[in-house]
């Protein structure tokens, strides 16, 4: 009987694949193709990994120019920097918000995502919808994400076809001169890192 | 091979913005893969490989055509057979409905 | 490298059977070679389990949104951009 791990679903299985995944689960330890401590250390893996690690990213791009320099030319060299040494082989590129140039990034084919910095994509983003849109029209989804891009703008559009994943480099919002570092990374979302949305404003709570 | 995963361009609705809880079964799904391509024992291109061609793409969840996905390339390396797939989803089954 | 940066490249408008990363949306498009991205492993035969050597060139290709849709809503300076194995691409002999 499988003890381990502390997820069993007694309540409110929503997918018969649940079950499956168990019996494979199972299957593989009993025979030995994977140990519980792989199993562990690949949850463990995903579950370091969040929209956090990519605002730190950004809010050290935005006061560090050499920073910058090299998250634009060598992500990975630059997120390992930061101790989140990815361990997938994909290369990562990152690419700059200008005032002239917004970002978009999809996978049309499947969901490629910068999970090793990001951790698991949105649910919106591995849907059919966007999948089919974003590359066909990159406007209107951005608009349905309630961002409008800058009259006269450029938006571009990256689709993940193969061993690259994506990460906007948004620009700094004004007005944020006086922040920290941290209070910087705060502002910037998972949704400005893919492109359909730039980072917050920040708040008027009596800077400078 | 069908291509309907192949969609950039076609029509589509609007943006479902919700976010579902990720389930326990989907971090599991997750993490097997990861375990599998960490050892070698499968890469992602396998993994594509093997969603593109589900008969029943577009009626699954994400997580379900992973874990439909990994059974099959599991079987087709002759690592796992379906019948024992089968015979242990029973059991967990019954398990989980309770006595 | 068969393709400098600035090339004008075609994708090739092929159907090829089994697992490829060239979208059918550029298939037949013409766009241009930004940049040479580096060798891999080629993903189409990685996909049934072979060492997908010897490694290929993929490249970053864009393309004018513009060429891609006819009905593209959007100036024509927005471009869309893929990641392509040279295999893929051939040179576009048209005049610019």
Same mark, same amino acid.
């Given at each position: ?30 025979? &030995? ?19 956090? @690690? ?42 700059? @918000?200008?005032?002239?140039?917004? @970002? ?41 994400? &309630? ?5 006269? &703008?450029?938006?571009?559009?990256? #689709?993940?076809?193969? #061993? ?13 001169? #006086? ?17 359909? @949305? ?11 | ?7 950039? $361009? ?5 943006? !479902? ?6 389930? !326990? ?14 050892? $070698? ?44 797939? !089968? ?13 | ?14 159907? +090829? ?11 037949? +498009?013409?766009? =241009? ?26 490249? +970053? ?7 891609? =849709? ?17 295999? =893929? ?8």
């Amino acid at each position: 009987m499988s003890d381990h791990h502390s997820h069993e679903e007694p309540v409110g299985i929503t997918s018969p694949y649940a079950a499956r995944i168990r019996s494979i689960e199972a299957l593989l330890l009993e025979k &030995g193709i994977l140990t519980e401590p792989e199993v562990q250390d690949s949850i463990s893996y995903m579950e370091a990994r969040s929209p956090a @690690n990519g605002a730190k990213l950004v809010a050290r791009a935005w006061v560090d120019p050499d920073f910058k320099a090299l998250l634009l030319s060598d992500g990975k060299a630059a997120a390992s920097e930061l101790g989140m040494a990815p361990k997938h082989p994909a290369e990562l590129i990152v690419v700059e @918000n200008t005032p002239e140039v917004h @970002n978009l990034i999809v996978c049309t084919l499947c969901s490629c995502y910068p999970r090793a910095i990001l951790g698991r994509p949105p649910d919106w983003y591995k849907s059919f919808e966007y999948r089919s849109r974003a590359v066909k029209e990159p406007r209107a989804v951005i608009r349905e994400f &309630g961002f409008e891009p800058p009259e006269g &703008g450029e938006v571009i559009v990256h #689709d993940s076809t193969a #061993d690259v994943r994506y990460m906007v480099l948004p620009m700094r919002p004004t007005d944020t001169e #006086d922040l920290s570092e941290e209070e910087l990374a705060e502002l910037v979302t998972r949704d400005s890192l893919v492109g359909v @949305n730039v980072p917050r404003a920040p708040s008027r709570t009596g800077h400078g | 091979m069908g291509r309907v995963h192949d969609m950039g $361009g076609s029509p589509g609705g609007p943006i !479902d913005k919700g976010q579902h809880e990720v389930e !326990d079964w989907e971090r599991l799904a997750d993490a097997i893969n990861g375990a599998l391509g960490a050892k $070698g024992l499968q890469s992602t291109d396998e993994l594509r490989r093997a969603i593109e061609s589900l008969e029943n793409y577009r009626d699954l969840s994400y997580y379900e055509r992973w874990v439909a996905a990994t059974e099959k390339l599991l079987v087709e390396k002759g690592v796992l057979s379906s019948d024992e797939i !089968d015979e242990r989803t029973a059991e967990i089954e019954r398990r989980w409905d309770g006595p | 490298m068969t393709f400098e940066p600035g090339a004008r490249v075609r994708v090739l408008p092929s159907e +090829k059977p089994g697992h490829v990363r060239t979208p059918a949306y550029l298939k037949g +498009k013409v766009g =241009w070679v930004e940049s040479l991205i580096g060798e891999f492993p080629n993903p189409e035969e990685l996909a049934y389990g072979h060492s997908g050597l010897p490694e290929r060139p993929l490249y +970053k290709v864009g393309f004018r949104q513009t060429d891609l =849709w006819q009905d593209y809503i959007g100036p024509a300076e927005d471009f869309l951009y893929a990641d392509i194995y040279e295999h =893929w691409l051939e040179p576009e002999r048209g005049t610019t």
